[in-house]
């Protein structure tokens, strides 16, 4: 039987894994527990179909590093069969009416088009199953605009939570009471996890993988995906490197790449005006119109950025600072009281795991 292999991850044999109670993988007998109790993405037509696979992506790549099925997911719809995403992909689903409520590990709900999104609010069955699931998973949430629908079904009250940018006028008009963190890419406040939206539910479920399985595993699995760095859920929905990439036409698009794969070395307004190829005095001038900020304050801005990464991602404060360009721990500390309202080292007490 064929061996499927991922490069730096065992050799599994998959039809052996479905026949048998243990797999040996690298000389060692895995045993397969009791199968753990589901994880449930409900799904609806019009679905944002990366809300669905990306997550799920992680979740999946955790069993294969485990050995073991550690997590069982379950996408469902209204009924069995296939729901349509957005892009037009079909996803097979089980009928969430076969799930029990009381039965789950975890539930999530996805975004997706408007229609989508109204139809599933309007669905008491899903509303009841959701509110009954509420008291029994150990975790509960969603991606992107799917935020929308656990507000109309009281399932965030109380609670701070995330949502896609675009969802943020629509959730402030219809339910101004609630907690919503508009800037977060991804939100944990107790038993509720929710993120911003796309990629950001990839952040957050391996967050979740961290948290159950330790950072190591949530390492591997990031880069398996082939994830250039992990983010934390402080970060920001919207990008400064997008934003500037964008400006007068993507004038600086190759440099502001350059600067952000080079943030621990110096980068001076001259070193950048002549890598742009530009007089100091045109680039300067240039620069602040295509991005709004000056060279210098935009470079700190991404300094910044990939400290608060570092930081989240328990590395000692001497390494953050030199891997994201600052001379010392003191000066790293001075730029994010200026930015943040606190030293670096109280960042990592308030933010880190």
Not at 22 to 45: E, Q, R, W
Request: glycine share 10%; with cysteine; hydrophobic share 45%.
């Amino acid at each position: 039987m064929r061996k499927t292999t991922c490069i730096g991850w065992p050799s599994v044999d998959f039809g052996e894994m479905l026949m048998q109670p243990g797999l040996v993988i690298n000389d060692k007998l895995v045993h397969f527990s009791a199968m753990p109790a589901p994880t449930v993405f409900l799904a609806y037509h019009g679905i944002q179909i990366l809300d669905v696979t990306g997550p799920c992506s992680v979740l999946g790549g955790a069993n294969d590093l485990l050995g073991r099925r550690a997590y069982e997911i379950v996408v469902t719809g209204p009924k069995a069969g296939r729901v349509r995403s957005n892009c037009g992909v079909e996803l097979g689903c089980n009928a969430l009416g076969e799930i029990a409520p009381d039965g789950v590990d975890m539930f999530f709900i996805p975004g997706g088009e408007r229609e989508g999104l109204t139809a599933m609010i309007a669905d008491t069955e899903a509303r009841d199953w959701t509110v009954t699931a509420r008291g029994a998973a150990r975790r509960y949430g969603s991606i992107c605009t799917g935020s929308v629908v656990l507000a109309a079904w009281g399932l965030v009250d109380g609670r701070r939570f995330a949502s896609h940018w675009q969802a943020t006028r629509y959730l402030r008009r219809t339910h101004p009471a609630l907690d919503l963190d508009a800037e977060a890419i991804f939100v944990e406040d107790g038993p509720l996890w929710t993120s911003a939206g796309v990629t950001t539910g990839i952040d957050m479920m391996l967050a979740i993988v961290e948290r159950d399985h330790g950072a190591e595993a949530a390492r591997h699995i990031a880069q398996r995906l082939v994830l250039s760095v992990r983010r934390p859920g402080t970060q920001s929905q919207f990008s400064p490197l997008l934003a500037a990439q964008a400006g007068r036409e993507g004038r600086y698009r190759d440099l502001i790449g350059w600067i952000a794969l080079n943030l621990e070395k110096p980068l001076g307004v001259e070193a950048l005006a002549e890598h742009a190829g530009e007089t100091l005095r045109s680039f300067h001038r240039n620069f602040v119109e295509a991005t709004g900020q000056s060279p210098a304050a935009f470079v700190t801005q991404l300094r910044l950025d990939r400290a608060r990464t570092l930081i989240v991602d328990g590395h000692a404060l001497k390494t953050v600072a030199a891997q994201a360009g600052f001379p010392d721990v003191a000066r790293l500390s001075a730029a994010f009281r200026r930015r943040f309202g606190m030293t670096a080292n109280e960042y990592r007490v308030v933010h880190a795991a």
